[in-house]
Protein backbone atom coordinates (compact mmCIF):
# COMPACT_ATOMS: atom_id res chain seq x y z
CA UNK A 1 0.00 0.00 0.00
CA UNK A 2 1.40 3.12 -1.11
CA UNK A 3 0.14 6.89 0.82
CA UNK A 4 1.60 9.81 -0.36
CA UNK A 5 1.27 13.49 2.02
CA UNK A 6 1.56 16.94 0.30
CA UNK A 7 3.03 18.71 2.36
CA UNK A 8 4.77 16.80 3.75
CA UNK A 9 7.50 19.19 5.37
CA UNK A 10 5.26 20.35 7.88
CA UNK A 11 6.14 20.02 11.19
CA UNK A 12 2.55 18.47 12.14
CA UNK A 13 3.88 15.24 9.84
CA UNK A 14 6.13 13.40 13.01
CA UNK A 15 2.38 13.30 14.55
CA UNK A 16 1.31 11.57 11.34
CA UNK A 17 4.52 9.36 11.14
CA UNK A 18 4.19 8.56 14.91
CA UNK A 19 0.21 7.44 14.07
CA UNK A 20 1.36 4.99 11.08
CA UNK A 21 3.86 3.11 13.17
CA UNK A 22 1.87 2.74 15.92
CA UNK A 23 -1.11 1.52 13.92
CA UNK A 24 0.35 -0.53 11.16
CA UNK A 25 -1.44 -3.28 11.69
CA UNK A 26 -4.95 -1.21 10.96
CA UNK A 27 -2.74 0.57 8.26
CA UNK A 28 -0.14 -1.47 6.59
CA UNK A 29 1.75 0.75 4.80
CA UNK A 30 4.51 -0.38 2.39
CA UNK A 31 5.34 2.74 1.10
CA UNK A 32 5.35 6.55 2.71
CA UNK A 33 6.08 9.42 -0.06
CA UNK A 34 6.22 12.98 1.67
CA UNK A 35 5.87 16.05 -0.96
CA UNK A 36 7.21 19.18 -0.07
CA UNK A 37 8.44 22.10 -2.37
CA UNK A 38 10.53 23.48 0.60
CA UNK A 39 13.27 21.00 0.25
CA UNK A 40 15.33 22.40 3.92
CA UNK A 41 12.42 20.93 5.61
CA UNK A 42 11.40 18.34 3.69
CA UNK A 43 15.10 16.74 4.68
CA UNK A 44 14.36 17.60 8.51
CA UNK A 45 10.84 16.00 8.44
CA UNK A 46 11.97 12.65 6.10
CA UNK A 47 14.99 11.78 8.69
CA UNK A 48 12.90 11.97 11.56
CA UNK A 49 9.88 10.03 10.14
CA UNK A 50 12.50 7.34 8.62
CA UNK A 51 13.94 6.88 12.79
CA UNK A 52 10.44 7.10 14.23
CA UNK A 53 9.76 3.76 11.66
CA UNK A 54 13.21 2.08 12.47
CA UNK A 55 12.43 3.26 15.91
CA UNK A 56 8.90 1.09 16.50
CA UNK A 57 9.96 -1.52 13.77
CA UNK A 58 8.19 -0.34 10.30
CA UNK A 59 9.17 -2.22 7.68
CA UNK A 60 7.63 0.73 4.92
CA UNK A 61 10.07 2.66 3.49
CA UNK A 62 9.54 6.33 3.56
CA UNK A 63 10.81 8.77 0.67
CA UNK A 64 10.51 12.55 0.01
CA UNK A 65 10.33 14.71 -2.99
CA UNK A 66 9.44 18.18 -4.23
CA UNK A 67 7.74 16.34 -7.44
CA UNK A 68 4.04 16.44 -7.16
CA UNK A 69 3.57 14.09 -10.17
CA UNK A 70 6.49 11.65 -9.09
CA UNK A 71 5.33 11.83 -5.71
CA UNK A 72 1.57 10.50 -6.11
CA UNK A 73 2.47 8.62 -8.84
CA UNK A 74 0.27 4.83 -8.06
CA UNK A 75 -0.69 6.07 -4.82
CA UNK A 76 -3.15 4.59 -3.25
CA UNK A 77 -4.64 7.61 -1.09
CA UNK A 78 -3.07 11.19 -1.31
CA UNK A 79 -3.39 12.83 2.20
CA UNK A 80 -3.43 17.12 1.92
CA UNK A 81 -2.28 18.87 4.49
CA UNK A 82 -0.37 22.08 2.34
CA UNK A 83 -0.76 25.85 3.75
CA UNK A 84 -0.43 28.25 0.45
CA UNK A 85 1.45 31.04 1.71
CA UNK A 86 2.95 29.83 4.82
CA UNK A 87 2.80 31.12 8.06
CA UNK A 88 3.11 34.43 6.82
CA UNK A 89 -0.15 34.38 5.44
CA UNK A 90 -2.02 32.73 8.31
CA UNK A 91 -0.42 35.84 9.79
CA UNK A 92 -1.80 38.32 7.54
CA UNK A 93 -5.03 36.41 8.11
CA UNK A 94 -5.13 36.65 11.33
CA UNK A 95 -4.07 40.38 11.92
CA UNK A 96 -6.02 42.41 8.55
CA UNK A 97 -9.03 41.54 9.70
CA UNK A 98 -8.91 43.33 13.48
CA UNK A 99 -8.48 46.52 11.87
CA UNK A 100 -12.43 46.54 10.77
CA UNK A 101 -13.05 44.78 14.31
CA UNK A 102 -13.71 41.05 13.10
CA UNK A 103 -12.03 38.42 13.98
CA UNK A 104 -8.97 37.75 12.84
CA UNK A 105 -8.52 33.95 12.42
CA UNK A 106 -7.68 31.22 9.51
CA UNK A 107 -10.22 29.11 8.90
CA UNK A 108 -13.09 31.53 9.23
CA UNK A 109 -14.58 35.11 8.91
CA UNK A 110 -12.44 37.48 6.58
CA UNK A 111 -9.08 34.96 7.21
CA UNK A 112 -10.92 32.09 6.64
CA UNK A 113 -11.65 33.42 2.86
CA UNK A 114 -8.24 34.58 2.38
CA UNK A 115 -7.23 30.97 3.23
CA UNK A 116 -9.87 29.40 0.83
CA UNK A 117 -9.16 31.83 -2.41
CA UNK A 118 -5.59 30.60 -1.92
CA UNK A 119 -6.01 27.00 -1.79
CA UNK A 120 -8.92 25.87 -3.55
CA UNK A 121 -7.05 26.28 -6.74
CA UNK A 122 -3.71 25.25 -5.46
CA UNK A 123 -5.43 21.73 -4.47
CA UNK A 124 -7.59 21.46 -7.30
CA UNK A 125 -4.34 21.15 -9.31
CA UNK A 126 -2.76 18.63 -7.46
CA UNK A 127 -6.43 16.26 -7.35
CA UNK A 128 -5.81 16.67 -11.24
CA UNK A 129 -2.41 15.40 -11.18
CA UNK A 130 -3.40 12.32 -8.50
CA UNK A 131 -6.46 11.40 -11.34
CA UNK A 132 -4.18 11.32 -14.29
CA UNK A 133 -1.60 9.05 -12.31
CA UNK A 134 -4.36 6.99 -10.64
CA UNK A 135 -7.74 7.75 -10.92
CA UNK A 136 -8.79 5.39 -8.72
CA UNK A 137 -6.63 6.89 -5.22
CA UNK A 138 -8.58 8.29 -2.29
CA UNK A 139 -7.86 12.02 -1.86
CA UNK A 140 -7.87 12.87 2.09
CA UNK A 141 -8.37 16.17 3.13
CA UNK A 142 -7.19 17.91 5.98
CA UNK A 143 -6.34 21.28 4.33
CA UNK A 144 -8.07 24.18 5.74
CA UNK A 145 -10.77 25.55 5.44
CA UNK A 146 -11.84 21.85 4.89
CA UNK A 147 -15.80 21.68 4.23
CA UNK A 148 -14.87 24.37 1.20
CA UNK A 149 -11.94 23.02 -0.13
CA UNK A 150 -13.56 19.43 0.40
CA UNK A 151 -16.81 20.73 -1.66
CA UNK A 152 -14.46 21.83 -4.56
CA UNK A 153 -12.88 18.49 -4.57
CA UNK A 154 -15.96 16.87 -4.76
CA UNK A 155 -17.73 19.17 -7.52
CA UNK A 156 -14.66 18.30 -9.88
CA UNK A 157 -15.66 14.71 -9.44
CA UNK A 158 -12.49 13.89 -7.45
CA UNK A 159 -12.69 10.88 -4.65
CA UNK A 160 -12.33 12.57 -1.61
CA UNK A 161 -13.24 13.29 1.95
CA UNK A 162 -12.68 15.49 4.57
CA UNK A 163 -11.08 15.09 8.04
CA UNK A 164 -10.96 17.09 10.49
CA UNK A 165 -9.38 16.33 14.48
CA UNK A 166 -12.08 18.53 16.25
CA UNK A 167 -14.79 15.51 16.09
CA UNK A 168 -11.53 13.17 17.73
CA UNK A 169 -10.73 15.44 20.36
CA UNK A 170 -13.99 15.49 21.72
CA UNK A 171 -14.59 11.33 21.61
CA UNK A 172 -11.25 11.37 23.66
CA UNK A 173 -12.48 13.92 26.26
CA UNK A 174 -16.14 12.41 26.75
CA UNK A 175 -14.08 8.59 27.01
CA UNK A 176 -12.01 10.00 29.94
CA UNK A 177 -14.53 11.49 31.81
CA UNK A 178 -16.92 8.53 31.20
CA UNK A 179 -13.66 6.07 31.95
CA UNK A 180 -14.32 4.28 28.64
CA UNK A 181 -12.07 3.55 26.11
CA UNK A 182 -12.46 6.09 23.06
CA UNK A 183 -13.13 3.99 20.68
CA UNK A 184 -16.15 3.03 22.41
CA UNK A 185 -17.67 6.72 22.44
CA UNK A 186 -20.20 7.44 19.74
CA UNK A 187 -20.74 11.34 19.02
CA UNK A 188 -24.30 12.80 17.61
CA UNK A 189 -21.83 15.63 15.18
CA UNK A 190 -23.44 17.48 13.00
CA UNK A 191 -22.74 20.75 11.34
CA UNK A 192 -19.97 22.25 9.12
CA UNK A 193 -15.76 22.29 9.51
CA UNK A 194 -15.40 24.05 12.40
CA UNK A 195 -18.96 24.90 12.84
CA UNK A 196 -20.49 21.61 14.52
CA UNK A 197 -22.11 20.68 18.29
CA UNK A 198 -21.97 17.26 19.81
CA UNK A 199 -25.78 16.72 20.44
CA UNK A 200 -25.70 13.08 21.92
CA UNK A 201 -22.78 11.13 23.41
CA UNK A 202 -23.00 7.47 23.01
CA UNK A 203 -21.32 4.36 24.06
CA UNK A 204 -20.94 2.02 21.55
CA UNK A 205 -22.46 2.97 18.95
CA UNK A 206 -25.66 4.98 17.08
CA UNK A 207 -28.30 3.04 19.08
CA UNK A 208 -26.37 3.57 22.34
CA UNK A 209 -28.01 5.38 25.24
CA UNK A 210 -27.60 9.30 25.35
CA UNK A 211 -25.53 10.19 27.71
CA UNK A 212 -25.13 13.82 27.32
CA UNK A 213 -27.55 15.56 29.47
CA UNK A 214 -25.45 13.49 32.36
CA UNK A 215 -22.33 15.11 31.24
CA UNK A 216 -23.55 18.09 31.15
CA UNK A 217 -25.06 18.01 34.78
CA UNK A 218 -22.01 16.83 36.08
CA UNK A 219 -19.15 18.21 34.34
CA UNK A 220 -20.84 20.74 32.44
CA UNK A 221 -18.74 23.81 34.41
CA UNK A 222 -15.40 22.29 33.11
CA UNK A 223 -16.66 21.51 29.84
CA UNK A 224 -17.29 25.22 29.44
CA UNK A 225 -14.55 26.41 30.85
CA UNK A 226 -12.32 24.34 28.37
CA UNK A 227 -14.54 25.95 25.36
CA UNK A 228 -13.77 29.75 26.92
CA UNK A 229 -17.54 29.93 26.97
CA UNK A 230 -19.77 30.76 30.31
CA UNK A 231 -20.98 27.43 31.90
CA UNK A 232 -24.71 29.33 31.80
CA UNK A 233 -24.67 29.47 28.05
CA UNK A 234 -23.53 25.74 27.75
CA UNK A 235 -26.36 24.81 30.02
CA UNK A 236 -29.45 26.70 27.70
CA UNK A 237 -27.56 25.28 24.73
CA UNK A 238 -27.94 21.50 25.72
CA UNK A 239 -25.37 20.46 23.93
CA UNK A 240 -21.63 20.92 23.58
CA UNK A 241 -20.27 23.30 20.45
CA UNK A 242 -17.31 23.18 18.62
CA UNK A 243 -14.69 25.62 20.02
CA UNK A 244 -14.82 27.64 17.07
CA UNK A 245 -17.96 28.52 18.21
CA UNK A 246 -16.86 31.35 20.26
CA UNK A 247 -16.12 33.13 17.35
CA UNK A 248 -19.67 33.55 16.83
CA UNK A 249 -21.05 33.47 20.55
CA UNK A 250 -18.33 35.60 22.14
CA UNK A 251 -17.58 37.47 18.96
CA UNK A 252 -16.44 41.22 20.42
CA UNK A 253 -14.80 39.77 23.20
CA UNK A 254 -12.41 37.55 20.95
CA UNK A 255 -11.37 40.42 19.29
CA UNK A 256 -10.93 42.07 22.35
CA UNK A 257 -8.35 39.58 23.23
CA UNK A 258 -7.16 39.24 19.80
CA UNK A 259 -5.83 42.43 19.61
CA UNK A 260 -4.19 42.24 23.33
CA UNK A 261 -1.67 39.20 22.59
CA UNK A 262 0.34 37.87 20.15
CA UNK A 263 -1.17 35.72 17.24
CA UNK A 264 -1.27 32.89 16.95
CA UNK A 265 0.65 32.80 13.69
CA UNK A 266 3.30 34.17 15.42
CA UNK A 267 3.59 31.65 18.29
CA UNK A 268 3.31 28.39 15.85
CA UNK A 269 5.98 30.17 13.51
CA UNK A 270 8.35 30.25 16.88
CA UNK A 271 7.31 26.90 17.54
CA UNK A 272 8.10 25.85 14.10
CA UNK A 273 11.52 27.18 14.14
CA UNK A 274 12.18 25.17 17.45
CA UNK A 275 10.80 22.04 16.34
CA UNK A 276 13.01 22.39 13.10
CA UNK A 277 15.60 22.36 14.83
CA UNK A 278 14.75 19.66 16.81
CA UNK A 279 14.15 17.72 14.09
CA UNK A 280 17.49 17.92 12.98
CA UNK A 281 19.11 16.22 15.91
CA UNK A 282 19.91 12.82 14.18
CA UNK A 283 19.75 11.24 17.62
CA UNK A 284 16.20 12.02 17.83
CA UNK A 285 13.68 9.21 16.96
CA UNK A 286 10.38 9.97 18.36
CA UNK A 287 7.74 13.03 18.50
CA UNK A 288 8.77 15.61 20.78
CA UNK A 289 6.51 16.76 23.19
CA UNK A 290 6.48 20.27 22.22
CA UNK A 291 4.53 19.03 19.10
CA UNK A 292 1.85 18.91 20.88
CA UNK A 293 1.58 22.49 21.49
CA UNK A 294 1.69 23.04 18.00
CA UNK A 295 -2.01 22.12 17.32
CA UNK A 296 -3.57 18.95 15.60
CA UNK A 297 -4.25 16.66 18.36
CA UNK A 298 -4.92 13.11 17.45
CA UNK A 299 -4.93 13.94 13.71
CA UNK A 300 -2.78 10.37 12.35
CA UNK A 301 -5.44 8.18 14.79
CA UNK A 302 -8.11 10.03 12.82
CA UNK A 303 -6.40 9.52 9.57
CA UNK A 304 -5.21 6.00 10.21
CA UNK A 305 -9.09 5.25 10.72
CA UNK A 306 -10.14 7.13 7.55
CA UNK A 307 -7.49 5.36 5.42
CA UNK A 308 -8.12 1.96 6.91
CA UNK A 309 -11.34 2.37 5.95
CA UNK A 310 -11.42 3.73 2.85
CA UNK A 311 -8.86 1.32 1.59
CA UNK A 312 -10.49 -1.90 2.79
CA UNK A 313 -8.64 -2.03 5.82
CA UNK A 314 -9.74 -2.45 9.34
CA UNK A 315 -10.62 1.58 10.14
CA UNK A 316 -14.22 2.22 12.51
CA UNK A 317 -17.67 1.61 10.87
CA UNK A 318 -18.36 4.83 11.83
CA UNK A 319 -16.51 8.12 11.48
CA UNK A 320 -16.69 12.04 11.75
CA UNK A 321 -15.67 13.28 7.70
CA UNK A 322 -16.79 15.79 5.69
CA UNK A 323 -18.83 15.22 2.99
CA UNK A 324 -21.60 15.52 0.63
CA UNK A 325 -24.95 16.48 2.14
CA UNK A 326 -26.87 14.43 0.16
CA UNK A 327 -30.36 15.18 2.19
CA UNK A 328 -28.95 14.60 5.07
CA UNK A 329 -29.82 17.87 6.51
CA UNK A 330 -33.16 18.55 4.09
CA UNK A 331 -32.80 22.23 4.72
CA UNK A 332 -29.27 22.85 3.16
CA UNK A 333 -28.59 21.66 -0.97
CA UNK A 334 -27.33 18.42 -1.50
CA UNK A 335 -23.87 19.13 -3.23
CA UNK A 336 -23.39 21.45 0.19
CA UNK A 337 -20.44 19.85 2.34
CA UNK A 338 -21.46 18.92 6.05
CA UNK A 339 -19.53 17.49 8.96
CA UNK A 340 -21.15 14.56 10.46
CA UNK A 341 -20.74 10.73 11.24
CA UNK A 342 -21.00 8.73 8.63
CA UNK A 343 -20.22 4.86 7.82
CA UNK A 344 -16.92 4.52 5.75
CA UNK A 345 -15.87 2.03 3.17
CA UNK A 346 -14.45 1.62 0.14
CA UNK A 347 -17.06 3.48 -1.98
CA UNK A 348 -16.66 6.71 0.51
CA UNK A 349 -18.67 7.97 3.28
CA UNK A 350 -22.35 7.86 3.62
CA UNK A 351 -23.38 9.94 6.17
CA UNK A 352 -26.01 8.40 9.29
CA UNK A 353 -29.16 9.93 9.61
CA UNK A 354 -29.54 12.28 12.09
CA UNK A 355 -32.71 13.78 13.95
CA UNK A 356 -33.85 17.11 13.44
CA UNK A 357 -31.38 19.83 14.03
CA UNK A 358 -32.63 23.12 16.73
CA UNK A 359 -33.60 25.65 14.35
CA UNK A 360 -30.54 27.88 16.78
CA UNK A 361 -28.03 25.61 14.87
CA UNK A 362 -29.50 25.02 11.81
CA UNK A 363 -30.64 28.94 11.02
CA UNK A 364 -26.32 29.28 11.28
CA UNK A 365 -25.36 26.11 9.37
CA UNK A 366 -27.67 28.00 6.61
CA UNK A 367 -25.90 31.13 6.06
CA UNK A 368 -22.55 29.55 6.35
CA UNK A 369 -23.06 27.01 3.53
CA UNK A 370 -24.56 30.06 1.87
CA UNK A 371 -21.40 31.95 2.57
CA UNK A 372 -19.57 28.35 1.60
CA UNK A 373 -20.80 28.67 -1.56
CA UNK A 374 -20.25 32.25 -2.48
CA UNK A 375 -16.64 31.73 -1.39
CA UNK A 376 -16.10 28.70 -3.36
CA UNK A 377 -17.30 30.56 -6.46
CA UNK A 378 -15.07 33.60 -6.06
CA UNK A 379 -12.16 31.17 -5.49
CA UNK A 380 -13.03 29.34 -8.94
CA UNK A 381 -13.71 32.29 -10.57
CA UNK A 382 -11.78 35.02 -8.51
CA UNK A 383 -13.02 39.10 -8.82
CA UNK A 384 -13.93 41.24 -6.10
CA UNK A 385 -17.83 41.55 -6.51
CA UNK A 386 -17.49 37.91 -5.90
CA UNK A 387 -15.41 38.42 -2.92
CA UNK A 388 -17.30 40.78 -1.29
CA UNK A 389 -20.38 39.27 -1.66
CA UNK A 390 -18.84 36.09 -0.11
CA UNK A 391 -17.81 38.50 3.11
CA UNK A 392 -21.06 40.08 2.95
CA UNK A 393 -23.27 36.80 3.70
CA UNK A 394 -20.42 35.74 6.24
CA UNK A 395 -22.32 36.54 9.82
CA UNK A 396 -19.11 37.55 11.27
CA UNK A 397 -18.79 40.69 9.06
CA UNK A 398 -22.52 41.52 7.58
CA UNK A 399 -22.32 44.96 7.10
CA UNK A 400 -21.34 46.77 4.05
CA UNK A 401 -18.99 49.05 5.23
CA UNK A 402 -16.45 46.16 6.63
CA UNK A 403 -17.17 43.68 3.69
CA UNK A 404 -15.40 46.62 1.33
CA UNK A 405 -12.98 47.43 3.44
CA UNK A 406 -11.93 43.83 3.76
CA UNK A 407 -12.40 43.09 0.89
CA UNK A 408 -9.99 45.69 -0.31
CA UNK A 409 -7.29 44.78 2.58
CA UNK A 410 -7.42 40.72 1.73
CA UNK A 411 -6.86 41.65 -1.98
CA UNK A 412 -4.26 43.77 -1.40
CA UNK A 413 -2.29 41.50 1.23
CA UNK A 414 -3.28 38.11 -1.12
CA UNK A 415 -2.47 39.70 -4.57
CA UNK A 416 0.76 37.60 -5.32
CA UNK A 417 -1.35 34.17 -5.09
CA UNK A 418 -4.28 35.53 -6.90
CA UNK A 419 -4.51 34.88 -10.85
CA UNK A 420 -7.24 37.75 -11.21
CA UNK A 421 -5.80 40.02 -9.30
Request: net charge negative; proline share 5%.
Amino acid sequence: MKLAVVGGGSTYTPELIDGFARLRETLPISELVLIDPAADRLELVGGLARRIFAKQGHSGTITTTSDVDKGVADADAVLLQLRVGGQAARLQDETWPLECGCVGQETTGAGGLAKALRTVPVVLDIAERVRRTNPNAWIIDFTNPVGIVTRALLQAGHKAVGLCNVAIGFQRRFAKLLEVEPGQVHLDHVGLNHLTWETGVRIGGPEGEDLLPGLLAEHGASIAENLSLPHPLIDRLGVVPSYYLRYFYAHDEVVRELRTKPSRAAEVAAMEKELLELYGDPTLDTKPELLAKRGGAFYSEAAVDLAASLLGGGGSPYQVVNTRNGGTLPFLPDDAVIEVQASVGRDGATPLPVSRVDPLFAGLISQVTAYEDLALDAALRGGRDRVFKALLSHPLVGQYEYAEALTDQLVAHNREHLAWA
